[in-house]
């Protein structure tokens, strides 16, 4: 069975510093993996995807991830830290077969993203 | 224009009520969700539909069902709250059930149950 772990609850950051939230999956098959962010009381907006094309992926508003199969990690970083980031960021694995549950999303625990002034 | 939108945004009721939660997109897509996020956050799938036919279900009571007039539409509903319900119901739309798809999220219905 796929699985995802993000380790850290909560992180946080001062404005300008590197942002760095771990994402392990576990998963039988190659997998995508999915970047969601939750800002309060809205729904969650896609981030970045990893379907097997390059490892590193960019996303919108600065934020990549790279894929390293032999450490199964998915880790998404931003150079530089904006207030506006603070939010709950959710990683997510998936199967890669069409049909069936293979669109089904696996969630991590998520992370809260702090930004300090 | 809002992609997936939910109605209603709150829902207060008391246990053993009935009720339902709509959804409805308008991208096109072939395949809807339903995700409960928990007071923790934790979100977990509960159904989804694919073409108007149920393609996932979860170990979800069968106290919730979910209902899809047309593609473009998956309501559930709910019978018989108990307080274990109070959460937060997304849904959600994508493509198709590819695995590589973007899910793309509605804003939430967040169900209390006293």
């Known amino acids: 069975a796929q699985s995802v772990t993000q380790l850290g609850s909560h992180v946080s950051v001062s404005e300008g510093a590197l942002v760095l939230l771990r994402c392990n999956y576990s998963?039988?098959?190659?997998?995508?993996l999915f970047w969601y962010v939750q800002y309060p009381n809205q729904g969650l907006q896609l981030l970045l995807k990893y379907t097997s094309a390059a490892t590193l992926v960019k996303g919108i508003n600065g934020f990549e991830a790279e894929f390293k199969k032999s450490e199964t990690s998915f880790h998404l970083t931003k150079p530089s830290a904006h207030m506006s980031d603070a939010a709950e960021y959710f990683c997510a694995v998936s199967g890669t077969n069409y049909g069936g549950s293979q669109g089904n999303l696996i969630f991590g625990k998520g992370t809260k993203l702090s930004v300090k002034p | 224009d809002t992609a997936v939108s939910q109605t209603p945004k709150y829902l207060v009721t008391q246990m053993g009520n009935d009720k339902s939660i709509k959804c409805e997109q308008n991208?096109?897509?072939?395949?809807m969700y339903w995700y409960k996020q928990d007071s923790k956050k934790f979100l977990k799938i509960m159904f989804s539909y694919n073409n108007k036919e149920l393609i996932i279900n979860e170990t979800v009571p069968n106290r919730f069902s979910p209902k899809s007039p047309d593609k473009a539409h998956l309501n559930l509903h709910i019978n018989s709250l108990e307080l274990g319900d109070s959460a937060v119901y997304f849904c959600?739309?994508?493509?198709?059930?590819?695995?590589?798809?973007?899910?793309?999220f509605g804003p939430g219905t967040r169900l209390t149950v006293t």
């Open positions: 998963s039988s098959v190659p997998p995508y």
């Open positions: 959600a739309s994508s493509q198709d059930a590819a695995g590589a798809r973007e899910q793309y």
């Open positions: 991208l096109g897509h072939d395949t």
